[in-house]
Each structure stands twice: as structure tokens, then as C-alpha cells.
């Protein structure tokens, strides 16, 4: 099939057929335990190919199941094809290679046919337990990607038009030991993903090297050889940064039902210590992943739709107060990318994986800034924010971050609202995400005092605001901020506090024409006594719960992306 053209593919199929329906007999489980390897050698597990699914080949997707089994008996021969598949997985005889061969397989026809009804026969069928099983016996946590993609794409399929079973496998899911082996290959799999961009561009920090190190006191003959790296020029990492991240990433699809159905799933998720006591724990390295998707969503329409899909499972976390209080005091080293300026503080120590979020997010507003804006990536990011500080104030968590930078950020990105207005307005959703922003900035301004450290942190905070005085103005009358609708209390609030302080610089300034900065903080430190800032909540009070059903057609764009890469992945070698 594969050598022949695709219009002379529609008159080979009726051979095709026939052939399919004896190699569906092949891959039976023999009835003599003595001989189980006859289902390694059918030609079905060897060479199915996902191509050979698409509807497009057929016309029509009814045409498929005519040719390939005939109208009688097209039921019980799929069904008997998938009930083959299911059982080889669940065999229990150390034969590692077949089982993961056959859910390759099962990826292949799955993502092949993806939009037809013959997926129906494999989401009717349980593949949940026996995949769970396999991915607990397999050695190698990297080997585990792929049946962990299949039950993702299972639990997809058809999961808004139709009751999907999988969706109450994931919910109902207790085995911690199962969940502790997904994280680890969730983090070994970021883990290469994450190589594939320093392929690249190699931007590991001085810090991290302890070549680096020994060079800087001269003793760099002690660190050996330094890996030599190809060097590309900018218009080549441009061309190999668009192709990223790997078809690998389509595994997260799980990770992120995982995470809406099952509470467990995500303390697991966020606790699982590294088998390897030298490298990071797994949520660090999804982390790290992440921030390097994040600064570069804007290269292509499959990296945005990633980095969507990492915010949702972000916002997940941090919705639940339980796993937000976990991200606060859980602490790990985070490589976060460091390939395009702004860079934020190399921290020194370990910290939180809640500020290592803060500063992933914070990279995605600085590097996606582009007139033809992803409006839902920078919603999603500032609603992953909002929540997050949301349950700093209401827990007064007083987390140890260089803050300065968030402010700098999100007033950057003020400003670039304002200069690329016109461009703003022909967007959608561009009205909802500057009051998002705004709604934001009164937040971290009436919340401070319970998240932010200390005095300073705050004084800082009230500073960028004064400094931003006439930006904040020009956003409110650019994008009408200010209606009488009850939506205008929190820009009229950040307003009125820059307001207030420039009318007691200007006092201040009439007794001495210059004023140093910090001379401008202890006036802004001295003003709080006669400052009236209105109560704006904590937050909580305009923020639902999170609902899928809000987000359908973002759900069905990343998962379009998601089924085509299972398609590569599963048309090339074994990668990982």
C-alpha cells in the first residue's frame, strides 16, 4: 500500500481487506500456552501504519469499514481485532517488546482514524487496567510514553458528544505506585524534550556547570572536554526552533486529564521524588519543559497549542488549595530557559515550585509579545497567575520571589497594549484579557501586604505603579475601561493610587526640584497613612471553578495537534 499512489490504494483494497481479515486471526492469542509468539510475528503488529486509517483514503469513513471487513461482519471483526490487542497488553509473560509493539499498534489505528467510528471500538473496550499494569512493569520510565498517550487519546475521544469511560477510569484511579510511575516518565520525557531545544541552543547558566566552575578559578583542565555542540545560525534555530517541541509531547494530553479527574494524581504529581537522587524531581523537569515551550509559543501554531495545554494543567494545580500549598513549600532546583533576553534572576539556591511557575509565566509574557497576539496563551497565563496569588493572600503565604520583575512584566505588557492598540482591537478576546490584566495588577496592589515578604517588596510595587501612572490611563480610555458597569472599579482603584502619590511627589518636589528613588519610596512608604485604596476582594469572588465544557473548541484545537503527532510518532522508529 505504502508503494503505490493513493488513487490506485482504493482499487488494491478489496486484496487489502482480505489480507487484514486473516492477519486479525493472526494476532489471537494461541491456545497452546507453549507457543505465544505467533502474535509478535503477524504482519498487523509489525506494519500497520496509522495512514492506512484515514478516512481520506476511503472518501468516506463508511466506505473504510465496508472495504476493510464488509458490511456483515465489520462489528465482530473490529471488535475481535481490538479484544486481540487488549489481551496481548495484559499478558503477564515478560515479554515486554510485543506488549509495547501492540500498543503501538493500537496508537496507530486509533490516531489514524481518529475521526471515525471506529475508535468507538477501542474507547468500548477497557484498556485502562491492563495499560496501567504495563506501564508499572516496564524498567525503563521513557518506555512507558506511548501507552500512557493511548489512554489519552481513548479518554478524548468523543468525550463532549458522549459518556466516555475513561474519563471515570481516571477519576476512580487510586494505585499511587502506577501514579508515581507516570510522573517519572512525564519527567524523564521532558527531560528529552527539553534536549531537543539546547540542542539547539545550548543556554546552560555558568551556574549549572561544574566545568564552568573549574574554569572560572582556573583549573578548567580538571573538568575535561567540554560536549561540543553544532552552532546554527539564527535563521537555522529560527527553522529547527519552529519544528519544536517533538511529537513526544503529545503524552501530555494524559497528564492533563490525569490531573482534572484525579486530586491524588496531582499531589503524586507534584511530591515524586527522583529515582536518581543527583537529578531533579519530575514536576522540576516538566517545569523546566515547560518554560522552554513558553518561550517559544509564539514560533509556531503546535508550540502554542502546547504551551495552552501546560497552562491548563498549571491552572489545575493551583485551583486546588491543597496542591497550591504543596507548589509553596516544596522546593527543587528548576533549570528554567534561558535562550532569549529579558532572563529573570539566576536564583542561587533552590526554591519553591511556586516561584519557579511565577517566573515560567512571567517568561511567557515577555517573549510572546506579537502583533498578531495569542490572546488565549496570555489569558490562560494571567489566569494562572490571578489564581496562584489568589491563594497566596487568602493563605498569607509570603513567598520568596523577586516580585520586581512579575511588576515589570505585566506593566511591560501595559505598555505594549497601549502602543499596538489598533492592532489589539481586530483580536479576539482582546476587551476580557486587558481587564484580566488589570484585574490582575488591583490584586497584587490590595493583596500585597498578606503575599508580599516585606515592606520593601511593597514599596517597590507602589513605585512601578506611580511610575506607570499615564500608561494606566491611556489603557483605561484605549480600551474603555471605565464604563459604569461595575468592571472599571479596579483600574479606577491602580489609577487613584498613582494619582495620589504623584500629588504628594509634586508637594514634595516643591521644597526640592530632584528627588532621588529612595527618597520617592519613603514619601511613597510615609503617603499610606493618607492613601484610600478600595477593597477589590481576593480574587475568589470573579473566578469559577474550572470547567471544560467553557473551553471546548481550545480543548478540541490542542487535541487536533495532539492526535496528529501520536501519528508521527508512532510512522517513525522507536525514539524513546
Known amino acids: 500500500m505504502d508503494s503505490q499512489p493513493q488513487t490506485k490504494r482504493l482499487t488494491l483494497l478489496p486484496e487489502w481487506r482480505d489480507n487484514r481479515l486473516s492477519l486479525v486471526a493472526s494476532i489471537k492469542p494461541s491456545p497452546n500456552a507453549d507457543s505465544p509468539h505467533a502474535p509478535m510475528d503477524s504482519p498487523l503488529i509489525q506494519q500497520t501504519r496509522p495512514e492506512v486509517f484515514e478516512p481520506k483514503i476511503v472518501g468516506l469513513y463508511r466506505r473504510l469499514f465496508t472495504v476493510v471487513a464488509g458490511l456483515d461482519n465489520v462489528d465482530a471483526v473490529f471488535s475481535e481485532l481490538v479484544a486481540s490487542l487488549d489481551n496481548i497488553i495484559r499478558r503477564d509473560d515478560g515479554d515486554v517488546y510485543l506488549r509495547l509493539k501492540v500498543v503501538r499498534t493500537a496508537i496507530a489505528v486509533v490516531s489514524g482514524g481518529y475521526q471515525t467510528a471506529l475508535v468507538s471500538y477501542f474507547v468500548n473496550r477497557d484498556f485502562f487496567p491492563a495499560i496501567m499494569r504495563l506501564v508499572q512493569q516496564l524498567d525503563d520510565p521513557l518506555q512507558a510514553t506511548e501507552p500512557i498517550l493511548l489512554v489519552g487519546l481513548l479518554a478524548n475521544h468523543g468525550k463532549f458528544e458522549a459518556h466516555n469511560p475513561y474519563q471515570v477510569r481516571f477519576a476512580d484511579f487510586v494505585n499511587e505506585m502506577a501514579m508515581g510511575r507516570v510522573a517519572e516518565s512525564v519527567g524523564q520525557m521532558s527531560s528529552v524534550l527539553r ?68 486530586k ?39 508550540a502554542s497549542s502546547y504551551a495552552y495545554l501546560t497552562l491548563l494543567i498549571l491552572f489545575i494545580l493551583v485551583e486546588d488549595a491543597a496542591i497550591a500549598k504543596l507548589l509553596c513549600e516544596t522546593t527543587a532546583p528548576v533549570r528554567l530557559c534561558r535562550q532569549r533576553p529579558p532572563f529573570n534572576p539566576l536564583p542561587k539556591t533552590d526554591r519553591s515550585h511556586a516561584a519557579a511557575v511565577i517566573d515560567l509565566l512571567a517568561d511567557g509574557i515577555n517573549h510572546n509579545l506579537r502583533k498578531r497576539l495569542d490572546t488565549a496563551f496570555y489569558a490562560q497565563t494571567l489566569t494562572v497567575l490571578s489564581r496562584l496569588l489568589t491563594y497566596l493572600t487568602r493563605s498569607r503565604t509570603k513567598l520568596q520571589y523577586h516580585w520586581s520583575e512579575l511588576w515589570r512584566s505585566l506593566l511591560s505588557f501595559v505598555r505594549f497594549l497601549n502602543q499596538y492598540a489598533e492592532d489589539m482591537h481586530t483580536l479576539p478576546g482582546t476587551t476580557q484579557l486587558v481587564q484580566s490584566l488589570v484585574d490582575l495588577l488591583a490584586l497584587a496592589l490590595t493583596g500585597g501586604e498578606a503575599l508580599l515578604p516585606d515592606e520593601t517588596a511593597y514599596d517597590d510595587l507602589f513605585y512601578k505603579l506611580v511610575e506607570s501612572g499615564d500608561a494606566l490611563v491611556k489603557l483605561r480610555d484605549t480600551y474603555q475601561l471605565g464604563k459604569p458597569d461595575g468592571k472599571g472599579a479596579a483600574i479606577e482603584t491602580l489609577i487613584g493610587v498613582s494619582q495620589h502619590y504623584q500629588e504628594v511627589i509634586e508637594s514634595h518636589r516643591a521644597k526640592k526640584e530632584h528627588l532621588s528613588p529612595r527618597e520617592i519610596q519613603k514619601i511613597i512608604r510615609q503617603g499610606y497613612d493618607t492613601l484610600n485604596v478600595e477593597a477589590q476582594g481576593d480574587g475568589q469572588e470573579q473566578m469559577r471553578g474550572f470547567r471544560e465544557a467553557d473551553i471546548k473548541n481550545e480543548v478540541k484545537r490542542f487535541l487536533k495537534v495532539v492526535v496528529a503527532d501520536a501519528v508521527v510518532l508512532v510512522s517513525a522508529p522507536r525514539a524513546i
Do not use: M
Request: hydrophobic letters at 40%.
Open 195 to 262: 534536549a531537543q531545544y539546547t540542542a539547539v541552543q545550548d543556554d546552560t547558566p555558568l551556574a549549572w556547570s561544574v566545568a564552568g566552575t573549574l574554569s572560572y578559578v582556573g583549573l578548567g583542565v580538571l573538568a575535561g572536554a567540554k560536549p561540543t555542540h553544532p552552532v546554527f545560525t539564527e535563521e537555522q534555530q529560527r527553522d529547527l526552533f519552529a519544528k519544536l517541541p517533538g511529537p513526544e509531547a503529545a503524552t501530555l494530553i494524559t497528564i492533563y486529564d490525569f490531573a482534572l479527574a484525579n
Open 264 to 302: 491524588l494524581f496531582c499531589h503524586r504529581f507534584v511530591t515524586q521524588e527522583a529515582t536518581d537522587k543527583e537529578k531533579p524531581p519530575p514536576f522540576s523537569t516538566f517545569i523546566s519543559f515547560t518554560s522552554y515551550i513558553y518561550q517559544h509559543a509564539y514560533r509556531s501554531a503546535r
